[in-house]
């Protein structure tokens, strides 16, 4: 893409999925993987004007910046789209120190075993006092 170009020539294939399709949200320098988000075509617009990551709220039906409430924003340093075009993997700093509304680093806090369930992190905030 040259710097004169507003919009990639690739899009993602928003039709194949019903409108939405999964974004994998990665650290830029630790590789973590952080959360699972949607996007439909607002929100990839959008991602692509701001540079930061803004999903669709499945939830609440509505766009939203990572961070909007609990300012940790995420900066999009990298956009990588899959072979079938219906996969995004957002690579991002992460500002602040969870990407997860639990208060955790990252969405992917339980390891599954044979026999049990094993928390792999604990909170790094109190999620009442953030989100209402």
């Not at 602040?96 to 969405?107: I, N």
């Not at 992917?108 to 905030?125: A, D, G, M, N, W």
């Amino acid at each position: 893409m040259s710097s004169s170009d507003s919009q990639p020539a690739l899009i993602p294939n928003f039709k194949k999925l019903g409108g939405l399709i999964p974004v994998i949200t990665q650290d830029y320098s630790s590789g973590d993987v952080l959360m699972l988000g949607w996007m439909n075509l607002a929100a990839w617009n959008a991602t692509l004007e701001r540079r930061k990551a803004v999903y669709w709220s499945r939830t609440h039906q509505k766009l939203w910046e990572k961070g909007e409430l609990s300012d940790r924003t995420q900066l999009v340093k990298e956009i990588l789209l899959d072979c079938d075009l219906d996969t995004v993997l957002l690579k991002v700093e992460q500002l602040g120190d969870a990407a997860c509304h639990t208060g955790r680093r990252s969405c992917f806090y339980q390891r599954i075993t044979r026999h049990s369930v094993e928390i792999v992190s604990e909170p790094l905030f109190d999620p009442e006092d953030v989100y209402d």
